[in-house]
Every structure is written in C-alpha cells, then in structure tokens.
C-alpha cells in the first residue's frame, strides 16, 4: 500500500472518530445550520492566513473560534431576527468576504477547490499529527460536558436547577465544533464538513437506542464512510470528499432501510 494511501486511510478514521460523537449532538440539539456558518466563515480564515503570512489552518481556527464566539452572544440578543436569519446572514457573508479577501491578493495562487472539496490523499504526517492531537482534545473536553449538554438537550430549566451553566456550555460546544471545521477542512473540505457531521449521526440515530450507542454508532459510520469512500476515489477516479459524503448517505439509507423493516407492523 502507498504512504499516501495509508496516510489517507489513518487521517479518515481519525476524522471520523472524531465526528461521530459530535455529531451526535449536532443532530440532538438541531445545530445543522450553526455548523455550517462556522465552515462557511472558514474561507474567510484561509484568506486573512494569507493575508497576515499565517498557516491557513491556523487562520482557520481563529476566524472560526471568533464566529463561535459572535453566534453565542447574538443568540442571547436575537429578538427581531431569527436564529436561521441571523445564521444564514453569518454564514453567506464570510463566505463572500472570504472570497474578496482572496481575490484582493492578485499574486496570490490559491487552490479554491481543494479547500471548498477537500483532498484527502494530500495529507502529511503534520497533518495527521494535527488531526490524532486535536482530536483527543477536542474528545476529551467533549467527554467532560457530555453530561451537561444531555441536560440542557431535553431541559435547560432543569439543566439550570441541576446547576449546569448552559450558556457556558453552549460556547465551549461551539468553539469545539470550530476546531473540527478547522481540524477537517483538509480532509472533507469547507463546504461539506457538516454533512461529515450530520450524516452518520442521523444513521446512527436510526439503530441506535441509547445516546452513548448512538456516538459509537456515529463513529463507526463514518469511518466505514471515509474508507469507502476513499476507496471509491482511488477506483473511479472520484473527488475524494464528494465520494466521502455519498458513502455516507448510502450508509444512512441503509440504516433507515433496516429500520423500516424492523419496525413492528
């Protein structure tokens, strides 16, 4: 097997993880949309990196850290626009700031598809050094509010009578979720990282039973996702991310496939 080949295959499972337990939440607590301003705003990162002579992942993670932290205030103050408004707005205008960014830099040469798509056989050892450490940090903070984020899922009154600081914890959800955007842009690509999020996780919602069955489960998804859909890619000659993302959904349409038939008439 080629380095790069097994490179690929390390830093997918890696990913994947990762994901699975954090999508689960994404889907839990319905932040599709708020996932993905925080990967749209991730241009916007690439652009300022180039412009301040920063690593783009570096730009990345602080852009999207910046963002987390501007959508948890501004869903304290939301009063006249809606959440969905509020993020859609976020969302298309650093993707369009981004882009100006970029184009203002004429002797700048940049690779727009590999960052709007993603190239998972690009990865190095850095690369996957980035992925194995942050994620174990990501994983482990996520393992210490897993508790208090089940809480202020079904009830943020009773998450507040047990003494869960919520809004604490709704920011610390949203900076780890920046860091993955930052952590997968590589791999999966700023315009499809969410679905890498959502997709196994509502698979794994179909045939699972417990919320700890349904990160495990989420995990596994989309590892299965990654290496076949990275096998798909070396085989036809396929964008790796795009190949990626459908593996997925075939594995949540056979979840919801299974689930029907095991449903009780």
Do not use: C, N
């Not at 507040?160 to 809004?167: A, F, I, M, P, W």
């Not at 699972?208 to 996702?225: C, K, N, Y």
Request: without cysteine.
């Amino acid at each position: 097997m080629s380095d790069f080949v097994l490179r690929a295959g390390l830093a997918g499972i890696g990913l994947a993880l990762l994901v699975g337990p954090l999508g689960t939440i994404i889907v839990w607590r319905r932040m599709a949309y708020f996932g993905d301003t925080l990967a749209h705003s991730a241009l916007l990162g690439i652009g300022l990196g180039f412009l301040l002579g920063v690593e783009p992942g570096l730009g990345i993670l602080a852009t999207g850290l910046a963002m987390a932290i501007l959508l948890t205030g501004l869903e304290r103050r939301r009063a006249e626009l809606s959440r969905d408004t509020i993020l859609g707005i976020l969302a298309h205008g650093s993707l369009s700031l981004g882009l100006i960014v970029i184009a203002f830099q004429e002797r700048l040469r940049v690779d727009l598809v590999s960052y709007l798509f993603g190239d998972i056989l690009a990865v190095d050892t850095t690369d996957l050094a980035w992925i194995y450490g942050g994620g174990v940090v990501v994983l482990g903070l996520l393992a210490l509010i897993w508790r208090p984020v089940l809480l202020a899922t079904i009830s943020p009154e009773l998450a507040e009578v047990e003494g869960v600081k919520v809004r604490r914890v709704q920011l610390l959800l949203a900076l780890l979720m920046a860091a993955v955007v930052a952590l997968a842009m590589k791999l999966i690509g700023i315009l499809l990282v969410t679905s890498l999020l959502i997709i196994p996780a509502a698979a794994a919602r179909q045939i699972a039973h417990t919320p700890e069955q349904m990160a495990v489960l989420a995990g596994l998804i989309a590892a299965l996702a990654a290496i076949g859909g990275l096998q798909a890619s070396l085989l036809w000659d396929l964008p790796s991310g795009p190949a990626i993302v459908v593996a997925a959904l075939v594995l949540f349409a056979g979840a919801s496939i299974w689930r029907s038939a095991a449903r009780p008439r």
